[in-house]
């Protein structure tokens, strides 16, 4: 084996590579490119966005359950980009029997929930956010908890986009809304 300045190398193609300058350049040039091509397509690898047509659907999540909780919430944002607006019509689950569009309001200093019959719709050009307060999904009669840290998938299907199927990441119990794709805010 080659000895470069008292290092043992284990290949001579290694060694001639050190003792050209040029060459070693040559190859950190195209070892760094390599990788900045790797971490330009990181993000999306991360992202936690899913589409249906011109729906995009924005960070699933829901949170954990403490043991013998029979229903589960369920939170993310819908984005239409197309010029014509859309419905989630039905949700469905292997986590629970069933799934429901809810809408949590407070009135008169009371808090009311209630299933959205006809679904939820999502404008032209617009959105739809489901979030802990407000619109959210209602997964009914679990058939296991959902833990911190697993996932679990659900089926979405749109009165016009047709059906799509996302993964929502369980966050904690009582756990605040994870940050948003580019949302840095503190």
Partial sequence: ???????LLPAPSLANSLKSGASVLGRLGLLSATFAVLLAGAPA?????????SLEIDHPW?????????VAGGYLTIKN????????????SDVSQKAEVHEMSVKDGVMTMRKLDTGLDIPANGKAELAPGGYHL??????RQP????????TLT??????????????AVGGAAPKAHGDHAN
């Avoid at 084996?1 to 290092?7: A, C, D, Q, R």
């Avoid at 833990?147 to 659900?154: C, I, L, N, S, T």
Wanted: aromatic share 10%; net charge neutral; hydrophobic share 45%.
């Fill in 45 to 53: 690898a991360f992202a936690h966005e899913f589409k249906v047509g």
């Fill in 147 to 154: 833990k911190q840290g697993e996932k679990f998938a659900a």
């Fill in 81 to 92: 980009s197309g010029g014509e607006a859309d419905r989630l019509v039905s949700i469905a």
């Fill in 1 to 7: 084996m080659p000895v470069f300045n008292g290092v």
């Fill in 138 to 143: 209602m997964f009914i009669g679990l058939n």
């Fill in 158 to 171: 749109f009165e016009k986009a047709g059906p799509v199927t996302v993964e929502f990441n369980v966050e």
């Fill in 62 to 70: 829901s949170r954990a359950t403490p043991p013998g909780a029979k």
